[in-house]
């Protein structure tokens, strides 16, 4: 649920930076969800499964948080540095 609220939230800010700076509003949108569900998808089926892994040998730890939802700060933080490249003014 929480990655699901994330991606809509990136979404609309890609949304109206675009409407802000006269780009198509709908491509930039798209390019801010999958900026965000590219690398969400690629830590879930590449990292993820090592983590849970270590983490059933010590269960009880804060690690455990970490891994259930680390995927979403990878996801954001990857769509935060796309949308700065994205929306990068031209130096005139």
């Known amino acids: 649920m929480a990655g699901t ?3 809509f939230l990136i979404t609309y800010w890609f949304y109206k930076s675009a409407e802000a700076t006269g780009k198509n509003p709908l491509s930039s949108a798209g ?7 590219i690398p969400c998808i690629a830590w879930t089926l590449a ?11 010590n269960p009880g730890t804060l690690s455990g948080l970490f891994v259930n939802y680390a995927y979403i700060l ?14 990068k003014q031209a130096k005139s």
């Open 47 to 57: 990292i993820t499964p090592g983590l849970r892994d270590a983490v059933e040998h």
């Open 5 to 7: 609220i994330t991606a």
């Open 74 to 87: 990878v996801g954001a933080g990857c769509a935060i540095g796309f949308k700065f490249l994205h929306f």
């Open 31 to 37: 390019l801010g969800f999958l900026s965000y569900l």
